[in-house]
């Protein structure tokens, strides 16, 4: 493998660095040797290193956002500089703690930008999400089901399997979809099926149909695993063994045909639940509701805005977030965006005069979507910073897309953010304290304390 890459980039003309010799399957111990020797790990002052990480990780999910936008003709050469010049500067020896500060709100302002535009692209192409009720259920026929971010492949495959005789469901992060007006207009567009990405393993044995990932959050199914042969992936998705469907070429959509074939074999999923998932509350959307929601603030009736966007995972230490969301106070909105969702979106949490006590804005990218609401609202009550508002940042976080969010909302300057269930591992305890001096950032510790002491 090495050499063929080697042999690739000659051939394209690429000058590559000496590099250590490194087994293709490296033990533990020749992963450390390696680590030491190159990359951000090889640095030796943990501080420097924790901001360089926390940089590249922010670098990571910005990048993430920006291909999503380019897929659908967006982009934006502000971003790619900002990127380009994140990762020259993180690659210096002689950079020291304060300029990595600063290059790290640099990148939270990437992240802005970037979400910007992605928010764009979305909305430009496909309209801009509106209050819709999700089936959970499930329909007679075959199914397909969609998982990842990528809105342009559910598009195409949309357009592609209209007359095949089959429904198409969303999974984790792809249910936002439905909000869009232009994915109303297929009628095989049935509904969502599962929750989080880490339930896959036993709800896409119960699916019966194939599954095609866009994006990340693959969990590799075990050896005996009823669906492993029914994996497709794409982009920048892969797994070892699964389908992989081509990209775009020469302005070409990609071709589902071969997992949509497949899919018609196939035995109709088995229901695992029976409701409807509420959601659309995108900036758009809820700017439509202002005037009602800052006379149920200005009541008395909602006496504070908790933003609970972030991500899910499998950890036990994750159910504070369900435990959270239904110990709160009735007269509280949930603001959410992002897979974290199913921790609570299910749950018969009511509404406050006909708004909904969970706000879901949609993927994790839509987090920007909560930040322009926080902003509307800081505008309508007159106040000098968005800081003022009736708002708790209570954010789980798990991987470089809730990273780029983090650092966003920090360049924006809200302070006061929690994260959780832990801060992350590669923040060193000065770069943690600077964190929690300059911008207010803090953990979680129990329902009943973070509630008596933020609400």
Not at 122 to 134: D, L, Q
Not at 315 to 337: C, G, H, N, Q, W
Request: hydrophobic share 40%; with cysteine.
């Amino acid at each position: 493998m090495k050499n063929e890459l080697i042999e690739t980039a000659k051939k394209r003309g690429i000058a590559l660095p000496d590099m250590p010799e490194v087994a293709f399957n490296p033990t533990p111990a020749e992963y450390e040797a390696t680590a030491a020797k190159v990359g951000v790990t090889s640095e030796k002052n943990e501080d420097i290193r924790s901001l360089k990480q926390m940089i590249i990780y922010g670098v990571k999910g910005a990048a993430a956002y920006t291909e999503h936008a380019l897929n659908l003709g967006y982009e934006e050469e502000a971003i790619y500089a900002m990127l380009e010049n994140a990762l020259a500067e993180v690659s210096r020896r002689d950079i020291d703690a304060d300029e990595l500060v600063t290059l790290t709100l640099g990148v939270g302002e990437c992240g802005v930008k970037a979400m910007a535009l992605l928010d764009k692209a979305n909305t430009s192409t496909y309209g801009h999400p509106e209050i819709t009720k999700v089936k959970t259920g499930v329909g007679r026929r075959p199914g397909i089901l969609v998982s990842g971010h990528d809105l342009k492949d559910l598009e195409k495959l949309l357009e592609q399997s209209k007359a095949a005789d089959v429904d198409i469901y969303t999974h984790s992060e792809m249910l936002p979809a439905h909000y869009y007006p232009a994915f109303k207009k297929h009628p095989h567009f049935v509904g969502n099926y599962g929750n989080a990405w880490w339930k896959q393993k036993e709800e896409f044995e119960t699916f019966n149909g194939p599954i095609l990932f866009t994006t990340n959050c693959i969990v590799p199914p075990a050896a005996n695993a009823s669906y492993k042969d029914r994996i497709y992936t794409t982009g920048s998705a892969g797994l070892s063994g699964a389908v992989h469907i081509p990209d775009r070429r020469d302005g070409k959509p990609k071709d589902f045909s071969t997992l949509i074939k497949h899919a018609k074999k196939c035995a109709p999923p088995v229901e695992i639940e029976h409701g409807e998932i509420v959601g659309g509350f995108a900036h758009n959307q809820v700017l439509a509701l202002a005037d009602k929601v800052v006379d149920a603030v200005k009541s008395g009736a909602i006496k504070k805005f908790v933003v609970m966007a972030g991500c899910d995972g499998r950890m036990r230490s994750r159910s504070y977030y369900t435990e959270f969301a239904t110990t709160l106070p009735k007269d509280t909105v949930i603001l959410t965006a992002g897979c974290a969702k199913y921790r609570y979106n299910k749950l018969p949490l009511g509404d406050i005069g006909g708004i909904p006590r969970v706000l879901d804005a949609g993927q994790c990218n839509d987090s920007y979507s909560l930040v322009l609401i926080a902003l509307a609202l800081q505008k309508a009550f007159g106040l000098t910073s968005i800081n003022d508002l009736p708002i708790v940042y209570n954010i789980a976080w798990y991987e470089q897309k809730a990273v780029i969010v983090l650092l966003a909302l920090l360049s924006l300057g809200v302070k006061n953010i929690h994260l959780g269930p832990t801060l992350p591992a590669f923040l060193s305890p000065q770069v943690t304290n600077v964190l929690v001096e300059k911008f207010g950032i803090g953990g979680i510790s129990t329902v009943e304390e973070d509630i008596k002491t933020w609400i």
